[in-house]
């Protein structure tokens, strides 16, 4: 198969950071040969109130890993005061553009600082400390990312929960990290919903979080919410009272800065934790090499904050850098399908960086919704979350990019902190649905099930980083040993991705999916364990064995085998009740595409489930399912083949 080479056009390159291949692979030798020399040239980048004595150390087998040891700074100083000292406070740090398209907000460096400050006066008058959790809980609104920096700024670390998760998902993650304060709002508005019961589900949470001793509210729809007194506080009434004068709390490099949760494939979430000096430097400098972004630029990345691509490029990669930030509340197809582009033409974004399920969504509804607009503002493109296939791709670069605009597919992870395989604009070409090549410092390998390095090119394998680097996790909250379990136990000395990849003739990267039981829906990383708790807490429930299948538009989706008690028959009701438990117990977005009643799954005569046959039945792949004989009892096979959905 030959594969279509396109090649960063002549103005592009004459701008870009990085302009020809050579320059890549000369301060790609650099970073992985001289990596203490590198990353300390890179992060001068960063304003440091104590310059740092170590640049890195790393131990992949105990899990320990330090960048910018001894080095002191704040993360909230380097994304807002630093550019206001050196006169650029009236430049537009933040446009948020609402739900409604009648509404839109523009925040110069100067007013970010200023309701930063406050907010964080705010939590500090009401008991919050240096290292304290505070949860987020909201929805795209200026205030989330308000709120985060105000964290950031007094040494709060913030764990921001996605506002589709269910009370009690909010619940396990509030005390899973005993956060001491939350932060939510009265309802929310997205597309079409205009309601989002986002106080009434944070009370039901709070019920049973101890630690929660405030929770502060911002109004932003005026519905009526109930307010416990001397718990719950108005956003806007504190801040009516406080100062915006906060100075910014001195963190050593290594303090936490922050915790999300996200799922494996066992267990419950796992609190990914990063720090301050590394996590910064390595969010500022790929914002500023992957999307080539010039002083000026308008750039809008289309993910929520309450996943990591919007902390590391919607919110602190790009502040740390200068840029303009947009931050959009709604959905891509309210009031129509071409809310997107309308975006783009009404503030003249130059980058913007999106996932392949949103375009496969917004591609098949034709491109008159795309035309209608013009784009001319519009100069590179980029997506994450996911492998983008070549119809989107050509749909991406033709329609919307109108075949002038290079597009960047960014792969990484909750854990990387920031984009690890990507092209660079204006230097690498481009083949669609390929990665490309590692970022600076990035050393990835590819190994054999038995954990053997697969050297050479036009192979595959499991992906795994040989090496640390500056945006790295450095532990799962309150559970290093899960930690060194998940990531470094099974391929001893390295940090294993739980993807799979082939490195092509050329030696392009190209991700080819988890390769562990973590789903990839829509762009959300669900883990099958989570949901197959959720199924089994239905009523009349025995077991559930959940997989993916591929899916047109959401990428994958959700496959339930579902086995029932004996004296309770597959009903309608049992299936409402089995989705009304997975909303209750995660979030709708981990709402099964399909449920397949089975009087029993394939085991193995240890018991263990074959998730391989039935995942190989879902993807209807009969002809392939493999060996067999290895079940307790192979005959289950043939009903699961005949009652596929
Ligand atoms: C998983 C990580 C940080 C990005 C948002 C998702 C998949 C991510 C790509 C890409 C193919 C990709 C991987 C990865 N993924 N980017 N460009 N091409 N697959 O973060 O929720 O932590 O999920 O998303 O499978 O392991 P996440």
Redesign the pocket.
Known sequence: MTVKVYKPSVDSSKNAWISDLDQYQKLYDESVNNPDEFWAGIAERITWTKKWEKVRSFDFIEGNIKYYEGGKLNVAYNCLDRHVEDGHGDQTALIWEGNNPAEDKRFTYNELKDEVSKFANVLKSNGIEKGDRVCLYMQMIPELTVAMLACARIGAVHSIVFGAFSSDSLRDRINDSACKALITQDTGVRGKKLNIPMKVKADKAVKETPSIEHVFVVKRTGEEVSMESGRDLWWHEEMAKASNDCPPQEMDAEDPLFILY??GSTGKPKGVLHTTGGYLVYAAYTHELVFDYHEGDIYWCT?DIG???GH?YIVYGPLANRATTVMFEGVPNSPDFGRFWEIVDKHNINIFYTAPTALRALMREGDDWVLKHGLSSLRLLG??????KEPEWNWYYNIVGKGKCQIV????????GGIM?TPLPGATPIKPGS?TFPFFGIEPVLLTEEGKEIEGNGVSGLLAIKAAWPGIMRTLYGDHERFKQTYFAMYPGYYF???GARRDEDGYYW?T??VDD?L?VS???IGTAEVEGAIGKAEGVAEAAVVGFPHDIKGQGIYAYVTLMADVEPSEDIQKAILKSVTNDIGPHSKPDKIQFTSALPKTRSGKIMRRILRKIAENEIDSLGDISTLADPSVVDALVQNRK
Request: charge should be negative.
């Open positions: 996200t799922s993910a996943w990591i691509t590391s997506t994450v979350g996911e492998p983008i597919d960014t792969w990484w992870q909750t854990e990387t395989i990665a991705t739980g993807d991700i999916g988890r973590v990839n762009g959300h990383r």
